[in-house]
């Protein structure tokens, strides 16, 4: 039973999403202080990230626990589910977004600190309640989303240099194609939900495929900024071309024959894509 709770409690803060964002936050760290890491800070750093962000997504799951009820993906998670009361659920996610905030504060820096609060704020406060209203949500929600690494620089140097933003940039980018696939696959579960996703305006899928082909296509523009600033040199410049030309590509498949099965591949595409960007980006800067 016990076991169960804590099982419960655990899948509220989505530990694979999550671990997106503590993956991210790292990069930006280690890319900032290319060898001269320092592990009690990344630690922090990581706890901090991971409190916050955990007490976004559950917070998030508070508000829409009653929509989540009508999905078929989302309507045996905890709260709508039953297992977890809404009282509990706010409590739990309030704790965990004020205990990530704090640790940043007090542990890293107040910069990073005002970085995790931007994030809850943005991610519980507009882009959940706009989900319901416009499918501009997804560029706010792409905001929160792309905040981690450059809390990861900020953790390292104190300051939001032009190299956090290039990150930024390119998290932020990078949400639109994989979740425009996301939404594209669960098109159905959100118009039922009554979500304002692009995917429902769009019964052919033309409108959401030119938004993942443009989105792609300036990924690879922005992708090889590190270049420019000298955070990074050709040899990741050649694996960014060659990763976002693969993620185009993809998008480009989507829009010749917009499928359950070429949407999936945009989506696991972009997931292979951000993770050895990042990888090659961090590769490169302790080199």
């Known amino acids: 039973m016990v076991m169960n709770r804590l099982s419960d409690y655990l899948s509220m803060t989505k530990p694979r999403a999550m671990g997106a964002v503590l993956v991210t936050a790292a990069a930006g760290y280690l890319v900032a202080v290319g060898g001269a890491w320092e592990p009690l800070v990344l630690l922090d750093l990581l706890l901090g990230a991971g409190f916050a962000g955990g007490g976004s997504i559950v917070l998030n799951q ?7 009820l009508r999905m078929k993906r989302t309507r045996g998670r905890p709260l709508p589910a039953g297992r977890v009361t809404p009282a509990e659920a706010l409590v739990y996610g309030i704790a965990l977004a004020v205990l990530g905030t704090a640790w940043l504060a007090l542990r890293v820096n107040l910069l990073t600190a005002m970085l995790g609060a931007l994030s809850v704020v943005t991610y519980v406060l507009v882009y ?5 209203i416009s499918p501009l949500n997804t560029a706010v929600g792409a ?16 300051s939001l240099d032009a190299e956090a933003w290039v990150l ?28 304002a996703m692009w995917s429902g305006r769009d019964a052919d899928g033309s409108l959401v495929a030119r938004k993942m082909v443009t989105q792609s296509a300036l ?6 900024l590190p270049v420019s600033l000298s955070m990074a040199g050709h040899g990741y410049g050649t694996g960014a071309m060659l990763l976002g030309a693969g993620l185009f590509l993809l998008t480009v498949l989507f829009r010749w024959r917009p499928t359950a099965r070429s949407a999936s591949w945009v989506l696991k595409g972009s997931i292979v894509h951000i993770a050895l960007l990042m990888g090659l980006l961090v590769l490169d800067s302790v080199s």
Request: charged share 15%; glycine share 6%.
């Open 62 to 68: 508070f508000i829409e626990r009653r929509h989540d």
């Open 128 to 132: 959940t309640p706009l989900k319901r």
């Open 143 to 158: 905001v929160p989303g792309a905040l981690p690494p450059m809390m990861g620089w900020t953790a390292a140097t104190g």
């Open 168 to 195: 930024f940039a390119i998290l932020f980018i990078w949400q639109f194609p994989h979740f425009l696939a996301i939404s594209w696959l669960h098109r159905e579960d959100y118009a039922r939900a009554g979500y």
């Open 219 to 224: 990924l690879m523009v922005v992708s090889l």
